[in-house]
Structure formats: C-alpha cells, structure tokens
C-alpha cells in the first residue's frame, strides 16, 4: 500500500467517525454550551470539580482552565477552542445518546448514506469499483455490532470494516439473498452522514 493509498483509506475512516458526531449532534434537545466559560464550566462539573484533572484532559495549565471559568479569558486559540467543543460534545445529554443508540440497535437499526467508489467484481466489468450515492437502511445487528464497537473504543478501521460489512450486506448482498459470499471495496469516500 503506497502512501496515498494509506492517507486515502484514514480520510475515509475519518469521514465515517465525523458521520458519527454529526448523527449524535443531531439528536441532543438542547444546544450545547458555546463560550469557552461556559463549556469550560460544564467539563469541570463532569471532573467533579477539579479544575487540575480537566486542565490534564484539555492539554493545558491548570492557570489556563481557572482564567477562563473566571472570566479573565475569553478567546482561546484554535487547539484548546476545538479541544473544548469536543469534550462538551462528547459529554453533552449522555442519557438522549444512550437511549439512540439502545433504539438502534435493538430494533430500529441504522441509516447510512454516503458517497464512495464500491465495487465487488474485476476491473473492466460492470461491476467493477465506481462512485455510487448510497442511502440504505441498515439492520439492527449490523447497527449494534458498529455501535458496540465504537463505544468500545474501536479502532478506526475496525470501526471502517464493520460500516462496509454493514452496507454490503443490505445494499449488495440483500440481507444475505443471492450473493452472500461476495466481497465489496469501499474507498474513496466524498461524505458520509449516519441517522439513528
């Protein structure tokens, strides 16, 4: 695999993980907390109070955290401002993203859609790899074994190859109709947005 081969396939994996965040963003019924303070403020109730151990997750002093929970500070530069939408968001109404996810994967399963180059026969044939929008429905089963995975701190492409046995299996295979032993790339994706 050369070097753009390899870049090619993380920002694959990546557009699945940011699907991810959008799908879970989707669901909160509340914003967010959007200033630094506030969010500084909502990270350190979830630290307990300690404003040392949420300085450790931020990657920052702990003089840092205290000047924006003051109010001393209100910018903060591009590292520590995406560190805190990230931590807020991951935290953000845990109850509403547990219950989405039970739903999933215990009946309502998952949508997928995405553009990227599929393909599941030699080149030079109809059914070699090209650029398809795909939009499909994906079953409980398959939901669960990603979410699981993903909770579970999976890794990118152990999370990528579960997504690609999910879509090939509802899309190419047909649950398991017809082709059931075929084997389905999936690279080169544009974007990708996942639904609960």
């Avoid at 599929?118 to 939901?143: K, N, Q, Y």
């Amino acid at each position: 695999m050369t070097d753009d081969d390899a870049q090619r396939a993380a920002r694959t994996r990546a557009r699945i993980l940011d699907g991810f965040a959008r799908a879970e963003r989707a669901l909160f019924t509340r914003p967010a907390p959007k200033s630094a303070r506030a969010q500084m403020k909502f990270l350190r109730t979830r630290e307990k109070g300690s404003t040392q151990s949420l300085a450790q997750r931020l990657g920052v002093s702990r003089k840092t955290v205290q000047r924006y929970l003051s109010g001393t500070s209100t910018k903060p530069n591009k590292h520590l401002r995406e560190n805190l939408i990230q931590e807020t968001e991951s935290e953000w109404q845990p109850q509403v993203r547990a219950r989405a996810r039970q739903r999933a994967a215990s009946s309502g399963g998952l949508v997928i859609s995405c553009r990227a180059c599929f393909g599941f026969g030699l080149e030079g044939t109809s059914d070699a790899g090209r650029v398809r929008d795909i939009s499909v429905a994906v079953s409980a089963s398959h939901a669960a074994v990603i979410l699981a995975a993903q909770e579970e701190g999976a890794t990118e492409s152990d999370l990528h190859e579960a997504v690609v046995e999910a879509i090939a299996d509802a899309y190419f295979r047909r649950e398991g109709g017809g082709r059931a032993g075929l084997a389905v790339k999936f690279t080169g994706v544009e974007w990708s947005n996942i639904a609960f």
